[in-house]
């Protein structure tokens, strides 16, 4: 029998071509078989200045260059390779070492394998990317080498190796072609001495074995890190998960959580909707139970306990099994701190570890009878367990080193222990992190990284990654408040500042009206234009100017920063701006979305100065209504900057006639008009609870006198109300012109069981009713929640009403239904976000758009494709955009939380230095009552803080003020909770008759708020305490 | 107008005259020792080539070529689809027919269903609706889903309830499987046992995924090919039988010239047949007693639609009438006899026959 088929070995031309088959898995059942020809070469250069042959292969580009080499020629030697060495890591090595690679100190030169790349993309996406940016940096050498297409290098699977071994091999067949063609090539003169070793870094045994036998250098990574300077720190940066994978064979026998169900299993499940997909929440009171929302129930399901949430972290998204009906329970009414119920558990201890210990049980079992007894508020809810996680989202965390972890030798060299790491975020559990240097990261702000959470253990491993600091500094603090919320703080790069205007701070509209910069400009330099805005603002993205028409109507205007001018999409500025989304405002810090240059001073709209604008220019009658509305790029000189407080003053002051301060009183007028349409349209009246900080520099002053509560003066809602107006006339053109891909942004109306809770709380404490069938009806009725002795109590209401609420969000216009574009809280049918570009991607998106919408062509004439884009691409845009921009709201507020810590500290220490810390008596209102506590709300400081047991002031107590004293007091009380009624009853145990005090929901308490120290544990770790001392006006 | 386009570039009768094939028919119908043109045996086969797993993109693939140069190319392309169970929807309660159509898709889940396996047969000059592709395809297709027999008893070892059976994933998915002929050459002869060998050997060496989800879950595979198992199982111990594994059916041409059997006739030796038959058949899977019947037999045609052979001629015709002459060749007419079809069947099908050596033939076409 005689074959055509191309042998291998009949013909030579053959060697070069192989090929790759799989079976691919498509996500709508198919199976396929895939047949990928590779046609092998060996032009692939090796990438090293040391060779002198690979410069005259390598594949030039059209301009006869190649691109430049990378590794260097004079690579890093250590001990056991004086003559230096490049570096071939294994997949596994990179898996458990990246965070050694992006070190600074360590891992030059290496070569990173095709094959260990797709590999790695296999098994961790974001490690991935991380290589990838490696590699794309110039500073740590880093080369991709094509070794799968190199002839040479390519592997051809045997029969029966597994896959694994086979890319072993691979990885050792490049190892030994780089040494035999480094000798082979290296330039003459140079030889020898400087020939560097080709060291494979792998952990697996049989590769380690077997690259002895092929006579090719590999060290496991522990043992090559180990020869380097610096290997303690570097080693504790070795990722646990291998560890532990490597130890589940052998003895460490005990299970501690159920296994979870085949990749196949959950597929079936999900499809027969026997179980449900979803992303898992950890609530913020207590830790032991989170929730999942699935888009089959109307309420959230509960997942209750360690054993149920099976090793999810927030955040992951997971699959469910809702739990048989005799198992439901109501929501917790206790407040459960992880700190505080497994304070004493040595991290070291594996083996006598329960994942339910007695005491967690027992608090479990305490929340059970509750929701079998009377229910009133919680009727029995849906609880579900996690059966399989389909996408962890672990990230880095910032936290601390339990001291009480560290163990008395914590101090003794580079002792290998295991600490326990509480994350700043206490929605995820404590990490176990083995290190070598305890002793010095304990009063540290760290950096860790959860490398794995294996059955066997109760905690999740992970290791450490880098210290920013001593705890309590305002850099360390910053920066992890930066990292907690995932904000890009790092400087602007260079490639990123070359898109800005080579004039730099000289930059000026151009003087002659030829210039192409004013091609498709209206010149509105004469109008009498204003920017009213917070004092010392520097980015002033609008300005406004009011003035008579001859027919009697009036012409609004709102100027825009023209940002869009600057920022040419798909540059490097463009990409960065749009992966930060927003500017965050923190305390003391702004991170900028552009480049300093453009936010406060070229795009800004500086007074005196002309400045390139975007102009809406309507024309409204006296009543405010709307006869025309007109779009325009424009030049405007704005006449000056008003803070809010001085554009006040000049409107009350009668003296003040000229025609400026007359245009802002136009202004006033209309936006009393505007704001008045727009509430009898049902907007909301909503209210957070915000406090500004001054930070002043007057370091002599109270510092609590610089957190302010945000005044409101009618400046404030005169801008705010034509921002709206411009921002919802816009949405409408861009609306009008880009049906599909208009980016507008909605707030959905949330569903009425969210109100459930509060329309109860309400009905039962102040016999108010709630009507949340609409907007309107709800404007209404919160407005009738008026408590008279409680002047307060309406902002309360409105604060947690507003919890109650979805979140606004932005979206590309072909991805809802028109019907559903509505923006609840401002009861407007369409909306965007038009008016800020400096600060915020959305912005600067909707002005292209706009201007694609008028037909402006800009400069080049290529302005008017620039608004245009593909859905899925503004799709992408948009959920990053709303990710950022949350963040930036957490961020902002976290950094007020821990500014008024912080002015709570300084000024107890001003104060402990005349006797004891007393702390600052204020009052409080109760949001929430849980079976052991209440949470209060201080509007003073715009903080909430959950009030324990020990931290209620008994009549007749004798005060004591320090935190272990008071500590001791929790044992003493007992408490009597009525969640019908939402009080609770603290006692003192023996002493119930004349030692007690009862608060109730939404009840105004005299609360004592001071910075404490916690002690014994979590070295100079502070905590806002709020101490009630006393109740006012119980209605009851 | 199209049977008429059909037939003259299917048939493809050799034009040789009446005395030559009179010439012809004496020679084949010599008593005991036929003298066939090519010399060969009754029983020999032409020399044919064959390779498989030629097209990679396919689960399996095979070619054979045969020496007067018609070849044939197979490709087999498996799916994974949903098992749509009829009984769910169903009222199943009045009608009789009802009744058995559920009972019968029921059955379906576990025991597979012939419509799952799909042949399209392509032949120069033919469009695909038209007769012979898709009788032929049919044809083969049918011995290929019918090769169960009532053995599920023993048969379970290997392939229970054979290849529709073994194309159940679970009671809710299948395999659905896509057979591709393609005749490459002109069909200068009968094409049907060449699309047989080439349809057998291509479904020896297909592959389906290694299924890594068990029970009723939906399916999930392994993404390693080499992993990947054989749709005819392999003999994996040495001293396992061979001739106890399920194969694929073969069909072969068989003609019978006065008292003679001669197997894999040429074109010119149809033309003077007095039969011509189909026999299509497979192991055994009931032979593990030790019968002497290691062959079953699934289904004999009248392999050939009449206008094909000379002798094919309707009853009506002119030449029924005439006397015969010696030397001149006239058309047979008439059925087949007992005697000649036993001995058809017996030559084909007994232990050690012509069926085994071809079956022991393919399996020795290295599957690599």
Same mark, same amino acid.
């Given at each position: 029998m005689k074959s055509l088929r191309r042998e291998f070995s009949s013909n030579p031309e053959a060697a070069n071509v192989a090929s790759k088959v799989f079976v691919r898995s498509t996500k709508s059942g198919k199976v396929q078989k895939i047949v990928r020809e590779l046609y092998l070469r060996q032009d692939i250069p090796c990438s090293s200045k040391l060779c002198s042959h690979c410069p005259s292969i390598a594949p030039a580009d059209a301009n006869g260059n190649?691109?430049?080499?990378?590794?260097?020629?004079?690579?890093?030697?250590?001990?056991?390779?004086?003559?230096?060495?490049?570096?071939?890591?294994?997949?596994?090595?990179?898996?458990?070492?990246?965070?050694?690679?992006?070190?600074?100190?360590?891992?030059?030169?290496?070569?990173?394998?095709?094959?260990?790349?797709?590999?790695?993309?296999?098994?961790?996406?974001?490690?991935?990317?991380?290589?990838?940016?490696?590699?794309?940096?110039?500073?740590?050498?880093?080369?991709?080498? @094509?070794?799968?297409?190199?002839?040479?290098?390519?592997?051809?699977?045997?029969?029966?190796?597994?896959?694994?071994?086979?890319?072993?091999?691979?990885?050792?067949?490049?190892?030994?072609?780089?040494?035999?063609?480094?000798?082979?090539?290296?330039?003459?003169?140079?030889?020898?001495?400087?020939?560097?070793?080709?060291?494979?870094?792998?952990?697996?045994?049989?590769?380690?074995?077997? +690259?002895?036998?092929?006579?090719?250098?590999?060290?496991?990574?522990?043992?090559?890190?180990?020869?380097?300077?610096?290997?303690?720190?570097?080693?504790?940066?070795?990722?646990?998960?291998?560890?532990?994978?490597?130890?589940?064979?052998?003895?460490?026998?005990?299970?501690?959580?159920?296994?979870?169900?085949?990749?196949?299993?959950?597929?079936?499940?999900?499809?027969?909707?026997?179980?449900?997909?979803?992303?898992?929440?950890?609530?913020?009171?207590?830790?032991?139970?989170?929730?999942?929302?699935?888009?089959?129930?109307?309420?959230?399901?509960?997942?209750?306990?360690?054993?149920?949430?099976?090793?999810?972290?927030?955040?992951?998204?997971?699959?469910?099994?809702?739990?048989?009906?005799?198992?439901?329970?109501?929501?917790?009414?206790?407040?459960?701190?992880?700190?505080?119920?497994?304070?004493?558990?040595?991290?070291?201890?594996?083996?006598?570890? +329960?994942?339910?210990?007695? /005491?967690?049980?027992?608090?479990?079992?305490?929340?059970?009878?509750?929701?079998?007894?009377?229910?009133?508020?919680?009727?029995?809810?849906?609880?579900? /367990?996690?059966?399989?996680?389909?996408?962890?989202?672990?990230?880095?965390?910032?936290?601390?080193?339990?001291?009480?972890?560290?163990?008395?030798?914590?101090?003794?060299?580079?002792?290998?222990?295991?600490?326990?790491?509480?994350?700043?975020?206490?929605?995820?559990?404590?990490?176990?992190?083995?290190?070598?240097?305890?002793?010095?990261?304990?009063?540290?702000?760290?950096?860790?990284?959860?490398?794995?959470?294996?059955?066997?253990? /109760?905690?999740?491993?992970?290791?450490?990654?880098?210290?920013?600091?001593?705890?309590?500094?305002?850099?360390?603090?910053?920066?992890?408040?930066?990292?907690?919320?995932?904000?890009?703080?790092?400087?602007?790069?260079?490639?990123?500042?070359?898109?800005?205007?080579?004039?730099?701070?000289?930059?000026?509209?151009?003087?002659?009206?030829?210039?192409?910069?004013?091609?498709g400009r209206r010149d509105l330099r004469d109008l009498l234009i204003c920017s009213i805005d917070p004092p010392g603002c520097q980015d002033i993205d609008d300005a406004l100017h009011a003035r008579p028409l001859p027919n009697g109507n009036f012409e609004v205007g709102v100027h825009i920063a023209d940002v869009s001018h600057f920022v040419k999409p798909n540059n490097p500025m463009d990409v960065e701006a749009s992966v930060r989304g927003s500017t965050v405002y923190l305390v003391d810090k702004r991170i900028d979305m552009l480049p300093h240059l453009l936010g406060t001073d070229l795009c800004s709209l500086k007074p005196y100065v002309e400045r390139y604008a975007f102009s809406v220019i309507w024309e409204v009658t006296?009543? +405010?209504?709307?006869?025309?509305?007109?779009?325009?790029?424009?030049?405007?000189?704005?006449?000056?900057? @008003?803070?809010?407080?001085?554009?006040?003053?000049?409107?009350?002051?009668?003296?003040?006639?000229?025609?400026?301060?007359?245009?802002?009183?136009t202004l006033l007028k209309f936006s009393k008009i505007l704001r008045q349409k727009r509430y009898d349209a049902g907007a909301l009246n909503l209210a957070s609870p915000e406090v500004r900080i001054e930070a002043d520099a007057d370091e002599v002053g109270d510092p609590l006198a610089d957190v302010k509560t945000k005044a409101m003066l009618a400046t404030n809602s005169l801008v705010e109300e034509f921002m709206l107006l411009a921002n919802i006339t816009v949405a409408s053109k861009i609306y009008e012109s880009f049906s599909q891909i208009a980016l507008l942004r909605r707030h959905a109306t949330p569903p009425p069981q969210n109100f459930e809770d509060l329309i109860n709380q309400l009905s039962k404490k102040r016999n108010m009713r709630l009507d949340v069938s609409s907007s309107g009806a709800l404007a209404n009725s919160l407005d009738q929640c008026v408590d008279p002795k409680n002047p307060f109590f309406n902002t309360l209401v409105r604060i947690l009403a507003t919890r109650c609420m979805t979140s606004a969000e932005y979206f590309c216009a072909g991805a809802h239904a028109e019907s559903e574009f509505r923006h609840y809280g401002l009861a407007s049918p369409i909306y965007t976000h038009f008016t800020s570009p400096i600060r915020r991607y959305a912005d600067l998106l909707v002005h292209r758009q706009l201007a694609s919408a008028i037909g402006y062509e800009g400069e080049d004439g290529h302005a008017k494709v620039e608004g245009i884009s593909t859905r899925s691409k503004l799709e992408d845009i948009c959920r990053n955009i709303n990710y950022r921009h949350r963040n930036a709201q957490f961020a902002g507020r976290a950094s007020i939380e821990y500014y008024v810590g912080q002015a709570l500290k300084a000024r107890g220490e001003k104060m402990a230095a005349g006797g004891a810390d007393q702390g600052v008596n204020e009052e409080g209102y109760v949001m929430r009552v849980f079976e052991n506590g209440v949470v209060v709300f201080v509007p003073r400081f715009g903080i909430e803080g959950v009030v324990r047991l020990e931290d209620f002031m008994l009549p007749g107590e004798s005060s004591s003020w320090s935190v272990t004293e008071r500590r001791e007091l929790a044992a003493h009380r007992s408490t009597e909770f009525d969640p019908e009624e939402y009080t609770l009853r603290v006692e003192e145990k023996g002493h119930e008759a004349e030692r007690n005090v009862v608060v109730e929901l939404f009840q105004r308490v005299q609360v004592n708020v001071s910075s404490v120290k916690e002690e014994g544990r979590g070295a100079g770790k502070r905590r806002v305490r709020i101490l009630i001392t006393g109740t006012t006006d119980n209605t009851k | 107008m199209s049977s008429q386009r059909q037939a003259s570039s299917a048939a493809q009768v050799p034009h040789l005259s009446p005395a030559e094939l009179s010439y012809l028919y004496t020679s084949l119908a010599l008593p005991q020792n036929p003298i066939r043109p090519d010399g060969r045996s009754p029983t020999q086969f032409r020399p044919l080539s064959a390779e498989s797993n030629i097209l990679p993109g396919t689960n399996g693939s095979a070619r054979i070529g045969f020496a007067d140069g018609t070849q044939a190319?197979?490709?087999?392309?498996?799916?994974?689809?949903?098992?749509?169970?009829?009984?769910?929807?169903?009222?199943?309660?009045?009608?009789?027919?009802?009744?058995?159509?559920?009972?019968?898709?029921?059955?379906?889940?576990?025991?597979?269903?012939?419509?799952?396996?799909?042949?399209?047969?392509?032949?120069?000059?033919?469009?695909?609706?038209?007769?012979?592709?898709?009788?032929?395809?049919?044809?083969?297709?049918?011995?290929?889903? #019918?090769?169960?027999?009532?053995?599920?008893?023993? #048969?379970?070892?290997?392939?229970?309830?054979?290849?529709?059976?073994?194309?159940?994933?679970?009671?809710?998915?299948?395999?659905?499987?896509?057979?591709?002929?393609?005749?490459?050459?002109?069909?200068?002869?009968?094409?049907?046992?060449?699309?047989?060998?080439?349809?057998?050997?291509?479904?020896?060496?297909?592959?389906?995924?290694?299924?890594?989800?068990?029970?009723?879950?939906?399916?999930?595979?392994?993404?390693?090919?080499?992993?990947?198992?054989?749709?005819?199982?392999?003999?994996?111990?040495?001293?396992?039988?061979?001739?106890?594994?399920?194969?694929?059916?073969?069909?072969?041409?068989?003609?019978?010239?006065?008292?003679?059997?001669?197997?894999?006739?040429?074109?010119?030796?149809?033309?003077?047949?007095?039969?011509?038959?189909?026999?299509?058949?497979?192991?055994?899977?009931?032979?593990?007693?030790?019968?002497?019947?290691?062959?079953?037999?699934?289904?004999?045609?009248?392999?050939?639609?009449?206008?094909?052979?000379?002798? #094919?001629?309707?009853?009506?015709?002119?030449?029924?009438?005439?006397?015969?002459?010696?030397?001149?060749?006239?058309?047979?007419?008439?059925?087949?006899?007992?005697?000649?079809?036993?001995?058809?069947?017996?030559?084909?099908?007994?232990?050690?026959?012509?069926?085994?050596?071809?079956?022991?033939?393919?399996? #020795?076409?290295?599957?690599?």
């Open positions: 190649i691109t430049p080499f990378v590794l260097s020629d004079r690579p890093a030697g250590t001990k056991a390779f004086p003559r230096g060495h490049y570096l071939v890591p294994d997949t596994n090595a990179l898996l458990n070492g990246m965070d050694l690679c992006e070190h600074t100190g360590a891992f030059y030169d290496v070569i990173i394998l095709q094959t260990v790349l797709e590999e790695l993309r296999n098994q961790s996406l974001p490690l991935y990317n991380r290589l990838i940016a490696l590699i794309k940096t110039d500073e740590k050498r880093f080369y991709l080498f @094509f070794n799968e297409f190199r002839l040479e290098t390519h592997v051809r699977r045997e029969p029966d190796e597994s896959i694994n071994d086979r890319n072993d091999r691979a990885v050792r067949a490049v190892a030994k072609w780089y040494d035999e063609h480094l000798k082979a090539t290296v330039k003459k003169g140079k030889k020898e001495k400087t020939i560097p070793a080709i060291v494979v870094i792998t952990d697996d045994k049989e590769n380690l074995r077997k +690259a002895k036998e092929e006579n090719v250098t590999a060290l496991s990574l522990a043992s090559y890190v180990d020869g380097l300077e610096d290997s303690a720190k570097l080693l504790d940066m070795i990722s646990e998960a291998r560890e532990a994978r490597d130890a589940k064979g052998s003895v460490r026998g005990e299970l501690f959580y159920p296994e979870y169900y085949s990749m196949s299993k959950l597929q079936t499940g999900l499809r027969a909707g026997n179980l449900h997909q979803g992303i898992f929440n950890v609530s913020p009171y207590n830790y032991q139970e989170g929730s999942v929302n699935v888009p089959a129930f109307d309420k959230s399901l509960l997942i209750l306990g360690r054993d149920n949430s099976n090793r999810a972290i927030s955040g992951d998204t997971v699959v469910v099994e809702v739990l048989p009906k005799d198992q439901w329970k109501s929501p917790s009414t206790k407040i459960m701190d992880e700190e505080a119920v497994t304070r004493n558990e040595n991290a070291d201890a594996e083996d006598t570890e +329960a994942v339910v210990t007695d /005491r967690e049980r027992q608090a479990l079992q305490e929340e059970v009878k509750l929701a079998h007894g009377k229910n009133s508020e919680g009727k029995p809810q849906p609880t579900a /367990r996690v059966v399989g996680v389909i996408k962890r989202n672990w990230r880095q965390y910032v936290g601390h080193v339990d001291s009480t972890s560290t163990g008395s030798l914590a101090a003794s060299g580079r002792r290998l222990q295991t600490v326990f790491v509480l994350p700043m975020d206490k929605k995820v559990p404590k990490i176990r992190l083995r290190t070598r240097q305890a002793g010095d990261l304990v009063g540290e702000r760290i950096l860790v990284t959860i490398d794995a959470w294996d059955r066997d253990s /109760r905690y999740p491993s992970g290791h450490f990654i880098r210290s920013l600091g001593q705890l309590e500094t305002k850099e360390a603090e910053t920066e992890a408040l930066l990292l907690e919320h995932d904000v890009q703080y790092k400087p602007f790069s260079k490639a990123i500042l070359d898109c800005l205007p080579a004039e730099g701070h000289d930059w000026k509209v151009p003087a002659s009206k030829e210039d192409k910069g004013w091609k006296p009543d +405010a209504e709307i006869v025309s509305s007109d779009f325009t790029k424009s030049v405007i000189r704005s006449r000056e900057a @008003f803070s809010y407080e001085r554009a006040q003053l000049r409107i009350d002051d009668p003296s003040q006639t000229d025609e400026l301060t007359q245009s802002m009183r | 190319i197979v490709g087999v392309k498996a799916e994974v689809e949903r098992t749509v169970l009829i009984s769910d929807t169903l009222d199943v309660d009045q009608d009789a027919e009802t009744v058995e159509g559920a009972e019968e898709s029921a059955s379906a889940a576990t025991g597979g269903h012939g419509s799952w396996v799909q042949m399209s047969i392509e032949i120069p000059g033919f469009r695909d609706d038209d007769a012979l592709p898709v009788f032929l395809a049919e044809m083969l297709r049918e011995s290929l889903v #019918g090769s169960v027999g009532g053995n599920e008893d023993n #048969g379970e070892r290997h392939m229970a309830g054979g290849l529709k059976g073994r194309l159940v994933i679970n009671k809710r998915w299948h395999w659905r499987l896509y057979i591709d002929v393609l005749l490459l050459s002109q069909p200068l002869s009968y094409p049907l046992p060449l699309l047989s060998l080439t349809t057998h050997l291509a479904l020896l060496s297909t592959k389906l995924p290694k299924l890594k989800s068990t029970g009723e879950e939906d399916p999930f595979f392994d993404d390693d090919w080499a992993a990947a198992e054989y749709l005819y199982p392999r003999s994996s111990t040495i001293n396992s039988n061979p001739s106890q594994q399920v194969r694929p059916p073969v069909t072969l041409l068989v003609i019978s010239v006065g008292e003679n059997v001669i197997f894999d006739p040429s074109r010119e030796e149809i033309a003077v047949a007095d039969a011509v038959l189909a026999i299509s058949f497979t192991r055994n899977s009931d032979s593990d007693t030790g019968t002497d019947e290691p062959l079953k037999l699934l289904l004999t045609q009248r392999g050939i639609a009449n206008s094909e052979t000379e002798n #094919g001629n309707g009853p009506d015709s002119a030449a029924a009438a005439e006397e015969e002459t010696p030397g001149v060749w006239r058309p047979r007419r008439g059925g087949i006899k007992r005697s000649v079809l036993a001995e058809m069947m017996k030559t084909a099908l007994k232990k050690g026959g012509v069926g085994e050596e071809v079956l022991a033939g393919l399996e #020795g076409v290295e599957v690599a």
